[in-house]
């Protein structure tokens, strides 16, 4: 089993920044895939963006150039540094983790972006 925990939710102004933190815990191995997905109010959940722990990258078109995903390592934690948030970025943000094919899901810090 694994357990993601997230922090660094909050309210923002827009044009501003915050950065999210994911930590990883439980049986984890170095195979892995990590990323961010948001769920906005009556929408779908939909992927922010991932890394793998070679440091492969992929974002949504809606956050490219604005969001950064890194890991200090390979293994159990990511960020997402999120700049130039606009209101239309309001949402839960869960953290996503895949290996060996299972799906593991946090409990989601909620981002509101509001003047």
């Known amino acids: 089993q694994v357990q993601l925990v997230e922090s660094g939710g909050g309210l923002v102004q827009p044009g501003g920044s915050l950065r999210l933190s994911c930590a990883a815990s439980?049986?984890?191995?170095?195979?892995?895939?990590m990323g961010w997905f948001r769920q906005a109010p009556g929408k779908e959940r939909e992927l922010v963006a991932t890394?793998?722990?070679?440091?492969?990258?992929n974002y949504a078109d809606s956050v490219k150039g604005r969001f950064t995903i890194s890991r200090p390592d390979a293994r159990n934690t990511v960020y997402l540094q999120m700049n130039s948030l606009k209101a239309e970025d309001t949402a839960v943000y869960y953290c996503?983790?895949?290996?060996?094919?299972?799906?593991?899901w946090g409990k989601g810090t909620l981002v509101t972006v509001s003047s």
């Open positions: 996503h983790r895949q290996q060996f094919g299972m799906d593991y």
């Open positions: 439980g049986v984890t191995f170095s195979i892995n895939v």
């Open positions: 890394i793998t722990n070679t440091n492969y990258t």
